[in-house]
């Protein structure tokens, strides 16, 4: 599905928690989509969008239904940016160790298992998101 | 310079569409395009027949109605958003066994892509939403 052949920067903003509102779910149907577009991809979890990515999550009592695993696919959809922002963990109280580990198998080095997922300062994400050419911000 | 809009709240309870609505009328005024304005989230019920508002209020979907015919705008709601919140074209009515359909004259139904599309084409991809 080439446009084309332009290769944009896309930057989908996530900064609400995964449940409570359904930004978290139907940005990540967006970013599901968008993959097939041959687009250059980063996800930024940020605020409360940092929830999204915690490890063990439980819906059982909400009736909702839990889309978390879903995250650890992206590797599989070729995203392999996804910026965490540092102080927003820690505003939260939570370290890498609550977040899910997110995978990509690297084409170009045999396959190898590699992170995707980077803890970033919010100075460093603010330089990450004015190279974008695109923001969508959930 | 062309641009793409993203409206993502529905119409009365959150200013956006509103917002969107004069940014779409400025740009067109000052001879700028739109290539598409893409509804998602509660944004797809700003496409909805139904709504009855009191006259001295406007009536935002056939605001933008009337403002897509004029100018010939693309008004695309997402279908996955619209079909867990009931809005419906004939299409959609007869495919999912509904017996009403309520997408107001001007907007179309169709996929995510079309929102992917804009931010590939437009200059600016402009979101109005919470």
């Not at chain 1, 332009?6 to 509102?21: D, E, L, Q, S």
């Not at chain 2, 509103?18 to 779409?24: E, H, K, N, P, W």
């Not at chain 2, 700003?46 to 897509?68: F, I, K």
């Not at chain 2, 169709?110 to 919470?130: K, M, N, P, W, Y």
Request: aromatic residues 10%.
């Amino acid at each position: 599905m080439e446009e084309e052949g332009i290769v944009k920067k896309f930057c989908y903003m996530n900064r609400k928690a995964p449940y409570g509102t359904i930004y978290a779910l139907e940005s990540l149907e967006v970013v599901l989509i968008a993959a097939a577009f041959d687009q250059d991809i980063s996800l930024v979890f940020a605020d409360d969008g940092v929830y999204q990515l915690t490890k063990n999550q439980d819906t059982d009592g909400i009736g909702m239904k839990n889309f978390s695993k879903t995250y650890s696919a992206l590797g599989d959809y070729d995203i392999k940016k996804i910026y965490v922002e540092k102080e927003s963990l820690e505003e939260r109280g939570l370290t890498t160790d609550d977040l899910q580990a997110l995978k990509y198998e690297d084409e170009d080095d045999d396959w190898a298992e590699k992170d995707s997922l980077f803890v970033v300062g919010r100075d460093e994400l603010s330089k990450i998101i004015n190279e974008q050419d695109v923001v969508l911000s959930f | 310079m062309k641009f793409g809009i993203v409206i993502n709240e529905g119409p009365y309870t959150h200013q956006a569409s509103d917002s969107a609505l004069q940014f779409v009328k400025s740009a067109l005024a000052k001879g700028h395009e739109i290539f598409r304005i893409f509804f998602y989230h509660d944004g797809v019920n700003n496409g909805t027949s139904l709504g009855v508002p009191p006259q001295d209020d406007r009536n935002l979907p056939n605001e933008w109605s009337e403002l897509a015919e004029k100018n010939g705008l693309d008004l695309v709601v997402c279908v996955a958003a619209a079909q867990r919140r009931g809005m419906l074209d004939e299409d959609e009515m007869k495919r999912h066994g509904k017996d009403s359909n309520n997408l107001v004259k001007g907007f179309r139904i169709s996929g995510l892509g079309q929102l992917i599309e804009a931010g590939i084409q437009s200059d600016r991809l402009v979101t109005f939403g919470d």
